[in-house]
C-alpha cells in the first residue's frame, strides 16, 4: 500500500519562497507518475506538477517558471519548491501517486485523478 506524507507547508508572505516534501512508501517508483495538486478555497482540485520517474517534468501553466518538482529517488522524497509565492497560491497542497497506465497520464493536469494521496499540508500566502 503506498503511504504519502507531506510536510513544509505554512504561512508567508507574497514573493517568499516555501519547499514542500512528500516521504514516500509502499511502491515501485519506476511503475508510478507522483506529482502535486492543490485545492483552493471554493475551487476545484488542481494539478500542480508532476515528474515521472526518469525526471520528466510537467506544470501548471500558472506556476511555471516559479515552482519546480524535484525527487530524491534514492531517498523516496518529492518535492516542490515553490517561489515568489502569491496569494492566489493559497491552497491545501496534496501529494499524491498512481500506476502509469502510459505517457497521457503522468501529466500535472491529471494528478488530482490519481489514486494514492497523503493528508495534506496548508499553504498560506498574505499580501
Known amino acids: 500500500q503506498v503511504e504519502l506524507v507531506e510536510s513544509g507547508g505554512g504561512s508567508v508572505q507574497a514573493g517568499e519562497s516555501l519547499t514542500l516534501s512528500c516521504a514516500a512508501s509502499?511502491?515501485?517508483?519506476?511503475?508510478?507518475?507522483m506529482g502535486w495538486f492543490r485545492q483552493r478555497p471554493g475551487k476545484e482540485r488542481e494539478g500542480v506538477a508532476e515528474i515521472t520517474s526518469d525526471g520528466r517534468t510537467s506544470y501548471l501553466e500558472s506556476v511555471k517558471g516559479r515552482f519546480i518538482i524535484s525527487q530524491d529517488n534514492a531517498k523516496n522524497i518529492l518535492y516542490l519548491r515553490m517561489n515568489d509565492l502569491k496569494p492566489e497560491d493559497t491552497a491545501m497542497y496534496y501529494c499524491a501517486a498512481d500506476r502509469v497506465r502510459g505517457n497521457w497520464f503522468c501529466l500535472s493536469s491529471r494528478v488530482p485523478e490519481f489514486g494514492d494521496r497523503g493528508q495534506g499540508t496548508q499553504v498560506t500566502v498574505s499580501s
Open positions: 509502499g511502491y515501485a517508483r519506476s511503475s508510478y507518475c
